[in-house]
């Protein structure tokens, strides 16, 4: 399971309808809204 970057949802890898690949890496979502936050500024939600 992956965990939604935006909302902290959990979210299987392999039945996600959403994802985003950034700096090399998948990011999973539950849901468009989600993903698009997460695309318009993913710095925001990825943990350094």
């Known amino acids: 399971m992956a965990r939604d970057p935006v909302c ?4 299987k890898e392999r039945t996600a309808k959403f994802k985003s690949t950034y700096k090399d890496k998948t990011y999973y979502f ?7 936050r997460f695309d318009s500024e993913p710095q925001k939600y990825v943990k350094k």
């Open 8 to 11: 902290g949802m959990e979210v």
């Open 30 to 36: 539950c849901a468009k809204g989600c993903k698009d």
